[in-house]
Antibody, heavy 117, light 109 residues
């Protein structure tokens, strides 16, 4: 069974960088699948942040491209998200997920991230 | 602001069938066949219920079915049960990027 476990800070200051990690069990991150990040806030609903693949990408939402980075760490079977220059508008629940070509079939538990001084 | 349109809420009594619509444009919902549906209970992560318009992942009840006609995709829940009360989101692709609908709250009366 594929399981995704998220980790990262719950509170980040404005202008700082958010770093989140997703540890995968039951599946090898360097296979044909890709790995994505999605966030959810009351004001904007579900929003795709980006997708990273072992064999291609990463692919980012154009609205966030200038501030986001994603990578895969095969040695730890993890993938990660960095989001820079945070503002209050980045406050949301952040999810990691396994990406097929057309969907996200396994999700992490979600992590509330609040941007506040 | 999503480019996909869903009704804000749909309700039904136990045992009834309900249908949730998801309307986009010719550049997303109608082509290609990449519409998915997710179920989300409060405080939980979304769960994939339908992919590629009509396909159910392993373990998803056959009470859930998907279809598409033109620019509108639909999710039908048959034999509505209390556990089906949740938010439902459609997704499609626009310019090779996943696009989520605003969500529909399903209430079981």
């Amino acid at each position: 069974q594929v399981q995704l476990q998220q980790s990262g800070p719950g509170l980040v200051k404005p202008s700082e960088t958010l770093s989140l990690t997703c540890t995968v069990s039951g599946f090898i991150v360097t296979t044909v699948h890709c790995w994505g990040w999605i966030r959810q806030s009351p004001g904007t609903g579900l929003e795709w942040i980006g997708t990273v693949c072992h064999s291609g990408g990463p692919y980012y939402n154009s609205s966030l491209r200038s501030r986001v980075s994603m990578s895969i760490d095969p040695s730890k079977n993890q993938f990660s998200l960095d989001l820079r220059s945070l503002t209050a508008a980045d406050t949301a629940v952040y999810y990691c997920a396994r990406a097929t070509y057309t969907s996200f079939d396994f999700w992490g538990q979600g992590a509330q991230v609040t941007v506040s001084s | 602001q999503s480019a996909l349109t869903q009704p804000a809420s749909v309700s039904g009594s136990p045992g009834q069938s309900i249908t949730i619509s998801c309307t986009g444009t010719s550049s997303d919902v109608s082509n290609p066949d990449f519409v998915c549906w997710y179920q989300q209970h409060p405080g939980k992560a979304p769960k994939l219920m339908i992919f590629d318009v009509t396909n159910r992942p392993s373990g998803v009840s056959n009470r859930f079915s998907g279809s598409k006609s033109g620019n509108t995709a639909s999710l039908t829940i048959s034999g509505l049960q209390a556990e089906d009360e949740a938010d439902y989101y459609c997704t499609s692709y626009r310019l090779d990027r996943p696009l989520f609908g605003p969500g529909t709250k399903v209430t079981v009366l």
